[in-house]
């Protein structure tokens, strides 16, 4: 009888001979069932008119790929094919993926594009406005690049006040988009940023692809801080561009559009303030003109009259109460010396002089004859003092 082997034994052999002879391969497929995993590893199927094989990508490796694959897009793939025992399916494991060709980040593209108008991303009605005197302008785009260098340049010679702000990124590459998106979101937590430009100098389809992305394209969209792109050429177009606030050919030319120009500016205030006194003086020699003018009308005159008379009328008034006043006080002051005369005339001191003496008994002083009391002692009170009799 033959001796039979295990399911596992038999995989282990196919896994063995497929896996010591299909070391490394490079083929070319189109890309569907793609997934993200939020492990970071990519799982997908490669696929062309009469075969498919699953793909597997793993966390780190895939960071190497500069764009994001989407369903429907051709590309070429280097790996090493591998069985996967517990469905008994083989796989490949994918070391490195790009494009097949610059049409299929066309395709790409598009298709992302048609994604976010359609969801509104690129609707007027989301667009900021851009403010026209930016104190602090915030920069996205690599430091150390002649597209930046060209930026401050601008800045300096339009309108040096304004302050810049690198947040620097990469810009090409692997992992150039989660560093655009970083840059971007760190630029929106501080309170001093007026606006954000993106940018970077031109290059291929390729070497711009970072903007192309939809991570990008989202965070420009949820940016609270108006964003102006410039990124490539004035011929250049990229997902960012659509998203933005504002769209500039290049990175001198958001530069520009970012920034007041401070010639014009001193030329507006010189204009401005020679139009205003021309017309300061227009106003003041009108206004005299017509106050001449009224000043001689009949009308006026006439008022003038009327004024006068009115003073006139209140002088008189003024002369009566004045008289009013003055013949009242007389009166007072006479009612007032006759007053102070009887007084003078009761004053004790004075009717003691003429002679006349005062009888004081018992602390009271005796008017009649009644009232005093025999063989009590009494006080008689003479101009030049007091006398005591018991």
């Known amino acids: 009888m033959e001796l039979a082997i295990s399911v596992s034994e038999l995989t282990s052999h196919i896994k063995r001979v497929i896996e ?46 500069f764009f994001t694959p989407q369903d429907g897009i051709k590309v070429i793939l280097t790996g090493r094919v591998t069985v996967y025992p517990p469905r008994g399916t083989y796989q490949l494991d994918v070391k490195s993926m790009k494009p097949a060709g610059e049409g299929e980040l066309q395709k790409a593209f598009e298709e992302l594009k048609r994604k976010l108008n359609n969801e509104g991303l690129f ?88 903007f192309n992305e939809e991570i990008v394209a989202r965070a420009i969209f949820e940016s609270k801080i108006p964003v102006v792109s410039g990124v490539g050429h004035e011929i250049d177009f990229t997902i960012a561009d659509f998203v933005a606030d504002l769209r500039a050919p290049t990175p001198s030319a958001a530069m520009e559009l970012a920034t007041p120009d401070k010639d014009e500016i001193l030329s507006y205030i010189s204009n401005f303030s020679f139009e205003a006194k021309n017309r300061i003086f227009e106003v003041i020699t009108n206004l005299r003109d017509n106050v001449t003018q009224l000043s001689n009308s009949y009308g006026f005159k006439s008022l003038s009259g009327s004024l006068n008379n009115k003073k006139q009328l209140l002088d008189n008034y003024l002369f009566r109460i004045q008289t009013d006043i003055s013949n009242f006080l007389n009166r007072k002051k006479s009612n007032l010396e006759l007053l102070a005369k009887s007084v003078s005339s009761n004053n004790v001191e004075i009717i003691l002089k003429k002679g006349f003496v005062l009888v004081e008994q018992n602390n009271k002083f005796i008017k009649r004859k009644s009232e005093l009391e025999i063989n009590k002692k009494i006080n008689l009170k003479f101009t030049d003092g007091k006398v005591e009799i018991n």
């Open 20 to 65: 010591e002879n299909f070391t490394q391969v490079k083929i070319i497929g189109e890309i569907s069932n793609f997934k993200a995993h939020v492990s970071g590893h990519w799982y997908f199927t490669l696929k062309d008119s009469s075969a498919q094989i699953n793909c597997t990508m793993w966390r780190g490796i895939n960071n190497y790929v």
């Open 123 to 210: 609707d007027e009605e989301f667009k900021k406005q851009i403010p026209q005197f930016p104190k602090v302008i915030g920069i996205v785009t690599g430091s150390d690049t002649a597209s930046f260098r060209d930026m401050l340049s601008v800045a300096e010679r339009r309108y040096p006040l304004v302050k810049i702000v690198i947040a620097p990124a990469k810009v090409q590459g692997e992992g150039a988009a989660e560093e655009i998106v970083k840059s971007i979101k760190q630029l929106n937590r501080r309170k001093d940023i007026d606006l954000i430009i993106v940018s970077r100098g031109g290059g291929s389809l390729e070497d711009l692809w970072a």
